[in-house]
């Protein structure tokens, strides 16, 4: 009698809560105004794989790391808005054929990525909205 | 009726109330203003956005905020009680590859102000 009950707690949790493993976000090019996704690997802890695609199509992998605001000012070229309140991370992503993406994001403690800012070597913005 | 009072109860608890905040975007150069509206997912934090230019293009997209001012809890300082303000950032896609990006800050209630950028070199002031 008990496995109806958990069928339909898990059957309106489940929906609620959704899958806690992966974040995804909308990668913008902000010179071309073409889209992606990006995905972040367990997105609440301080560091973890990121994969995705560029706008054109390229295949990427990388790590974020979380910094402090702070350096995360110094060590990037583009930065989003930060508070005090916020946390910081960097991601690099190798995009094949020696393109590097990096992006510096923003998020709450604890919590998944809200936005980020990103750049390649060819100086090309992209925006990230989670 | 007790067992679909606390289903009820619950099912508020944990979807809550998605909100619209209804404003406006206008364009620096011309002083053109178009329709903008954000729309909250029930933990304030996040949503979708769309918006109808001057010249009648349709775009939409999304919206994340981080936590600006904040009220922490006294005994325990880690814990953020509540938001009073959050610094946001939307990005809308419109017609053929048309994308508006807006940096923006809203007090606790979901009104706020900010200005935008789109990748055509236009400029606009965010107001909702």
Known sequence: ?????????TGFIFPLVGCMGTQAGHLYNMKTGQTST??????????????GTLPDGASCD????????ENARKITTVTPMLTENSVASVAVLNC??????RCTLARRQWREFSYGE??????VEYSLVF | ???????????????????????????TETGQQSRVVFHDKPNRNHGTVEAVLANGEQCQGQFNTIPDQVTRNWENYDDIEAEESQLGVAVLQCADHHV???????????NGSGRCLDNQGQKYTLNF
């Open chain 1, 96 to 101: 094949g054929s020696g393109r590097v993406l």
């Open chain 2, 100 to 110: 508006v990006k807006c940096d923006f800050s809203r007090a606790q209630q979901g």
């Open chain 1, 1 to 9: 009698m008990i496995a109806p009950k958990v069928l339909l707690w």
């Open chain 1, 38 to 51: 990006i995905q972040m690997e367990s997105p609440e802890y301080s560091n973890g794989k990121v994969k």
């Open chain 2, 1 to 27: 009726m007790l067992r679909l009072s606390m289903l009820l109860c619950a099912i508020t608890t944990f979807v809550g109330c998605a909100v619209d905040h209804q404003g406006y975007l206008l364009k």
């Open chain 1, 118 to 123: 990103c750049q390649d070597q060819q100086g």
């Open chain 1, 62 to 69: 990388g790590q974020f790391s979380e910094v402090s605001t």
